[in-house]
């Protein structure tokens, strides 16, 4: 495995005004030339949750090395939170997808073979770059390139979709990515998902009590609508945070059946991506 932590905003000759964050850890498979063969792989971003707090760990490296076991080159952001989140947070977001993209050829990653993975929070910043890829704060980044942004494909796990002040939507994470600054009924998605979209696999419980099931219930309705693939998993029982579902990522104790069910996500997940053309690829090495 190649490890690396690249700072976006150095690569990217970007300033950081108030930004903390912006730290890309790679975890890259090792180029393997044997037979006058090249393997190139997909790639995937993990965005961990917290609402927009912190970045929760559970969230971050076990989820990359699941996929990176699966045959993956995967990519983690620690990105900024509270008090400095919009626009960063999402530049943050746009930086690491872009770097994933440029930097496809050293990598031995397949260029438009890159998923991108959310979680809580991390799932509506994952609604962010995969709906609402065309926000100013990408534009002022990537010019014209701003559709590179978005993934080729979008994992949402118990992700935050749609801000309802007045009923079950969690309404914490979006008021924290905006900070004040945003008019948050814009930073909800679920309402603003078009064709243009890439496929979307989507997985929840029926219990969680932190963000409630119609989020990915309505996130799924309006993939489904705008006429793009989408595939929906509720579990029925399942804490808020079950990540890659193993012991070593609980905060709470959890039947192992029930862990072993819900973790059915994983794998599946990885199916979905599959059967969208996201998998290694054997190539002709060059000379």
């Known amino acids: 495995m190649q490890y690396e932590v690249i700072d976006l905003y150095e690569y990217f000759h970007q300033p950081r005004r108030e930004a903390r964050a912006g730290k890309l850890t790679a975890y890259v498979h ?25 970045v929760s760990p559970y969230e971050a490296e076990p989820v990359a090395l699941y996929y990176f076991q699966k045959g993956f080159n995967a990519f983690v952001l620690d990105y900024d939170v509270l008090p400095h989140t919009y626009p960063y947070t ?5 930086m690491a997808m872009m770097y994933i993209r440029k930097t496809a050829q050293e990598t031995d990653t397949l260029e438009n073979c890159v998923a991108a993975v959310g979680f809580s ?13 065309d926000d100013p704060a990408i534009r002022r980044l990537f010019g014209d390139e701003w559709k590179k942004v978005r993934p080729d494909a979008s994992v949402y ?7 309802d002040h007045e009923g079950e939507g969690p309404v914490d994470s979006i008021d924290n990515f905006c900070n004040g600054k945003l008019d948050r009924k814009e930073y909800q998605y679920d309402d603003k998902v078009s064709s243009a979209c890439s496929p979307a696999f989507i997985w929840t419980t029926s219990d969680d009590n932190s963000v409630p099931v119609s989020n990915s219930v309505r996130l799924y309705e309006a ?7 989408a595939e929906l998993h509720i579990f029925r029982k399942g804490n808020h945070g079950l990540s890659v579902c ?18 059915k996500w994983l794998d599946l997940s990885v199916e979905f991506l599959s059967s969208r053309g996201l998998e290694m ?7």
């Open 246 to 263: 193993s012991p070593e990522v609980q905060r709470s104790t959890q039947h192992s059946d029930l862990l072993a069910h819900v973790g």
């Open 121 to 133: 929070a991390g799932g509506h910043l994952l609604g962010c770059i995969s709906v609402l890829t």
């Open 281 to 287: 690829q054997i190539e002709q090495a060059e000379e």
């Open 157 to 163: 796990g118990y992700a935050v979709v749609y801000d």
């Open 30 to 54: 090792e180029k393997i030339r044997s037979q006058g063969l090249r393997r190139r792989r997909p790639a995937i971003l993990v965005l961990p949750g917290g609402s927009y707090k912190f």
């Open 90 to 94: 999402l530049e943050q977001a746009a």
């Open 223 to 229: 993939y489904v609508s705008a006429g793009v693939e």
